[in-house]
Nanobody, 124 residues
Framework: QVQLVESGGGLVQAGGSLRLSCAAS????????MSWFRQAPGKEREFVAG????????YYGDSVKGRFTISRDNAKNTVALQMNSLKPEDTAVYYC?????????????????WGQGTQVTVSA
């Protein structure tokens, strides 16, 4: 059974940093694209960052470019999101997702597996 488990969320002041991690189990995802999405109350799920199966290509949403960094460790079947210079508008539930393809897409419906989410709250 495939499982994605996120960790690392919490409460942080504006300007601070958090590092999210997602551990995958049940199969090997080293060939597949992995991404982070987020969803704030009353808003649609938003693409945050994605990384190709080979880890050679990364994508970022416009609102996080220059502040967030996605990385993966295929040997450990994990993907991480380093979030710096956090802003109150970054407050959301953050989800890890896997797409059974090498290519990262920005549309959440194109992803096959999802974690349960981890809450990130940034206070002003």
């Amino acid at each position: 059974q495939v499982q994605l488990v996120e960790s690392g969320g919490g409460l942080v002041q504006a300007g601070g940093s958090l590092r999210l991690s997602c551990a995958a189990s049940g199969r090997t995802f080293s060939r597949y694209a992995m991404s982070w999405f987020r969803q704030a109350p009353g808003k649609e799920r938003e693409f945050v960052a994605g990384i190709s199966g080979s880890a050679t290509i990364t994508y970022y949403g416009d609102s996080v470019k220059g502040r967030f960094t996605i990385s993966r460790d295929n040997a450990k079947n994990t993907v991480a999101l380093q979030m710096n210079s956090l802003k109150p508008e970054d407050t959301a539930v953050y989800y890890c997702a896997v797409r059974l393809s090498r290519e990262v897409l920005l549309t959440s419906t194109r992803y096959d597996y999802w974690g349960q989410g981890t809450q990130v709250t940034v206070s002003a």
